[in-house]
């Protein structure tokens, strides 16, 4: 395909994530070069569905006795589901960024989730999306639903997005974010830098450096409070 991405064929018998589990390998970042000795730890807690080519890396910070203490607190938990492409390790090489054509990713925003979003944001509480990953799906979501200035109530939907979020972009349901450290260059830096401006998140990057913070998939997470 033009974009690098192949199409194959498979023939086989039988079950077909069987045969994909025996003979296929778990894709990771080109930057993890070993093959994973534990699968287990490139995996989230709370994943249920087939589909990602990555992680989301922000969620795998959280262990079940985290989340209890979250709930413990009150704290309402939205779970969103995002099949996430090929294209978040792409980097941006166009010298002008809206050149830059995302792949698209399938997403699913259930009722529940909706009524929880809903909630939070009729009586005055924040979204903090996990991930760059529940920030794309919730804008995604709103980039379809909204019209205008008018914020309306949540729905539920499934679709696909190519939604591209770089500095400008006018966020409508998240408040703040959960993340790792970034790629340079990468889309997933453009997104936080949306949300906090890049003059801000330059400092944060040059502090990460001096502290010697774990950067990248098995890194740090950082809490983004515009």
């Not at 709103?142 to 972009?169: K, W």
Request: hydrophobic share 40%.
């Amino acid at each position: 395909e033009p974009d690098g991405a192949r199409i194959v064929e498979f023939i086989y018998e039988g079950d077909f994530f069987t045969w994909l589990e025996r003979i296929g390998e778990m894709p990771t970042p080109p930057y993890i070069k070993e093959k994973l000795e534990e699968p287990e730890r490139y995996q989230t807690i709370y994943a249920e569905e087939r589909g990602s080519a990555a992680a989301p890396t922000a969620g795998l910070h959280f262990t079940e006795e985290l989340l209890h203490k979250i709930d413990s607190k009150g704290v309402k938990i939205a779970r969103v589901t995002l099949h996430v492409g090929l294209g978040t390790f792409r980097p941006v090489k166009e010298s002008v960024i809206t050149d830059h054509k995302m792949h698209e990713e399938w997403y699913a925003f259930n009722e529940e989730a909706a009524q929880t979003i809903n909630e939070t944001k009729r009586t005055g509480g924040r979204v903090i999306a996990v991930g760059t990953t529940s920030c794309r799906i919730l804008e995604s979501v709103a980039a379809v639903q909204y019209f205008g200035d008018n914020d309306v109530p949540l729905s539920p939907m499934t679709g696909e997005t190519d939604l591209f979020i770089y500095p400008g972009f006018r966020f409508r349901v998240i408040d703040a974010m959960i993340t790792n450290f970034h790629l340079p260059r990468s889309t997933l830096l453009m997104l936080v830098s949306a949300l906090m401006g890049r003059e801000a998140m330059l400092e944060a990057y040059r502090e990460a450096v001096e502290e010697k913070y774990r950067f990248f998939s098995f890194g740090d997470a950082m809490l983004l409070l515009p």
